[in-house]
């Protein structure tokens, strides 16, 4: 009989979800194995829009530069491109993934960090080499098949898919991250709401020399719309920069009801060429899949012991970018509340935080992906392109955009209109960082919530408002300038307070919990030679902020406080479930 192998964390999948829990768990010292059933990390690009709040991620894990080395930067990601073809008639343009002038400058002001486009099977190994650097212990074409959990922990069987033999890992904690079809999710009897299989998409990655279609006018997007390009899939033809500009992926619709096509390179081939728009460009097929657009999320993300991420509990289209981001998000919301409860400092009610933060945003963001493809069919009513009707009808209606009469100016303002609204999938700033949790981990401070001056989708609007993430505000200590957000993770709680307010201090120093200070103001380790701090802290100098080592604010007192040492370990102890 086969030894049971003992870990503390178990996760089922080295995607994005898996592949983040496993480096945050490591980097904060949590002993954890990754089993996937594949034989290596993603071979196809798939995700790759990286927001800035991954971004903030990456950072406080250390592995931000590396992938900034790799990744496509932001400013060749973003004149998103409507068009016939490649090669054919322009339609217009979104100035996308904040670069048009008023939205970049809402991007430097709220954060330290830049979006950029990394695909998949370029980031999947930067977590994992990471992870595995410090401690995950990885094991491929190893395929989960079952668990069982009780009080103290989850024995899972595996099936070495090598030897054909299967044994059992027992952990204390089992997360799946084991992707839309997650089995974990199954048998953990997860309910999900929305429904799969919606809509039919094939992706295609090919190699073909683009630039002179493409490098004029970067961009990550070009959206082709073509007669069939509304069939299935998510809303156009799109053809995907991948690596600029030799390496592609094109995404085209398909009838879900009549089931995907052949995928053979000779179709392959022949879809390149429809939205590409040259048959003379050599052109190399990699590789081709279907797969179906799903508009489900789970309603609850755990059960006992077991927990999902990523694909596994949301389950939407590519549209908006926001499938890997809200993986990697989720897995950091996860470790460090395992990793307290794993040493004792928190009370496994903690736990129960996770859906309670998480499950809103996944439902969020699984319903703003599914309405960004609805977001598209105006573009085609602009064009008449909805009805049934021949190729050559549709020629004439893009054409017809052209004339000098009334009908043709009011057709041009109604596609100007349509394509400027795709802001809402190319830059909905507000949708990447206006997170605000609440849960049993987040102490509310009274204070009425004050909403949002500016549509929440489209613009950040930072806070201190306990289960907001922290601001960013650029500060200096010595000959340093650093972001507020670089003074609080690293997998513990801070301290935020002022000057002249050595009880915030004091208190902190007193908790059993390591609680590190950051004090803000002049002659102090630092300072705020801007003021940006002083406007955004919505705290006079005597209050405080207590962030969490996800950089989310958990409790705020706005003034001094007497009873400061009081005030805070209550604090703690009803974000670490002990109250």
């Not at 100007?416 to 507000?430: D, M, P, Q, T």
């Not at 500016?454 to 650029?474: C, K, V």
């Amino acid at each position: 009989m086969s030894t049971v192998v003992e870990t503390d964390v178990l996760i089922v999948g080295s995607g994005p979800a898996g592949a983040s829990a496993a480096l945050a768990l490591s980097t904060y010292g949590v002993p954890n194995i990754v089993v996937t059933r594949y034989a290596s990390l993603a071979d196809t690009p798939r995700a790759h829009i990286t927001n800035q709040r991954t971004m903030e991620v990456l950072r406080d894990l250390g592995v931000e530069q590396e992938v900034v080395a790799q990744a496509t930067p932001q400013h060749l990601m973003g004149n998103t491109t409507f068009c016939t073809s490649l090669a054919g008639e322009e339609l217009g343009r979104v100035r996308s993934w904040g670069n048009d002038p008023l939205v970049q400058a809402e991007h430097e002001l709220a954060s330290p960090t830049r979006m950029c486009d990394m695909p998949q099977h370029l980031m999947e190994p930067v977590l994992v080499n990471a992870a595995v650097a410090r401690g995950t212990r990885l094991r491929f074409e190893t395929e989960y098949l079952s668990h069982t959990q009780d009080a103290d922990g989850v024995t899972a069987t595996v099936r070495d898919r090598l030897r054909g033999d299967t044994y059992e890992i027992r952990a204390k904690y089992l997360i799946g991250a084991d992707g839309g079809r997650s089995k974990v999710a199954a048998d953990a009897g997860l309910p999900m709401g929305g429904q799969m299989g919606v809509a039919g998409s094939i992706n295609i990655v090919f190699e073909a020399d683009l630039a002179k279609y493409t490098a004029h006018r970067p961009s990550t997007l070009y959206w082709v719309l073509a007669p069939g390009a509304t069939v299935g899939g998510i809303g156009a033809g799109l053809v995907r920069c991948v690596r600029p500009w030799t390496e592609w992926l094109i995404v085209w619709g398909y009838d879900v009801t009549a089931g995907a096509p052949d995928l053979t390179t000779a179709y392959a081939e022949s879809v390149v060429r429809k939205l590409v728009g040259d048959d003379d460009i050599p052109v190399t097929i990699k590789s081709s899949s279907a797969w179906t657009v799903n508009e489900m999320y789970a309603e609850r993300y755990a059960n006992g012991r077991v927990f999902c991420a990523g694909d596994a509990v949301h389950r939407h289209p590519p549209s908006n970018g926001l499938g890997s981001n809200t993986s990697v998000q989720d897995a950091y919301n996860l470790a460090w509340k395992l990793k307290l409860v794993l040493d004792g400092t928190a009370h496994p009610r903690l736990l129960d935080s996770y859906t309670a933060e998480r499950a809103p945003i996944g439902r969020q963001v699984v319903t703003r992906a599914n309405q960004s493809i609805r977001e598209t069919a105006p573009v085609f009513e602009a064009l008449d392109g909805l009805s049934p009707q021949t190729p050559e009808q549709l020629w004439a209606n893009i054409t017809a955009r052209k004339d000098s009469t009334e009908a043709a100016g009011k057709q041009r303002a109604e596609l100007r209109e349509a394509i400027a609204f795709k802001a809402y999938e190319f830059n909905a700033h507000g949708v990447d960082l206006n997170q605000r949790y609440a849960s049993g981990a987040i102490v509310p401070d009274g204070a009425p919530d004050p909403g949002f001056a500016r549509d929440p989708e489209l613009h950040h609007q930072p806070s201190t408002r306990p289960g907001a993430r922290l601001p960013h505000a650029w500060i200096t200590s010595g000959s340093r300038t650093l972001s507020t957000l670089d003074t609080v993770g690293r997998g513990r709680f801070t301290l935020l307070t002022g000057i002249g307010v050595e009880d915030w201090v004091r208190a902190a120093s007193a908790q059993d919990l390591p609680v590190a200070t950051v004090v803000i103001g002049p002659g102090q380790e630092y300072e705020d030679p801007y003021g940006d701090w002083a406007r955004l802290s919505e705290i006079s100098d005597a209050g405080a902020l207590l962030v969490r080592p996800d950089g989310f604010v958990a409790f705020r007192h706005a003034s001094a406080a007497p009873d400061a040492g009081e005030l805070l370990a209550d604090a703690l102890r009803t974000v670490l479930g002990h109250a």
